[in-house]
């Protein structure tokens, strides 16, 4: 499974191959740092796609060098 992802200070979003899932930072959320913005963004879209996961293999592309390392 490969799952790519982003961040902005609007929104998030996530895709896993044709399926797509994303929304809006509530208004103490937008305030937060991009890098924290981008692992919150993972974070919710392994919980969206990942849910029924036992066993497996999960690639995240993630464009903030931070977040990635």
């Known amino acids: 499974m490969t ?6 200070t ?4 996530a895709v896993d191959g044709d399926q797509e ?3 809006r930072w509530t208004i ?3 305030t ?3 890098n924290i913005l981008e692992l919150q ?3 919710f879209a392994l919980n969206s796609f ?6 497996g293999h999960v690639q995240l592309q993630i ?3 931070a977040a990635v390392a």
């Open 32 to 34: 937060s740092h991009i």
């Open 3 to 8: 799952i790519q992802t982003d961040a902005s």
């Open 10 to 13: 609007l929104g998030w979003g």
């Open 63 to 65: 464009d903030n060098t």
């Open 28 to 30: 103490l959320e937008c």
């Open 41 to 43: 963004a993972a974070f």
């Open 21 to 23: 899932v994303g929304g």
């Open 50 to 55: 990942c849910i029924d996961l036992a066993k």
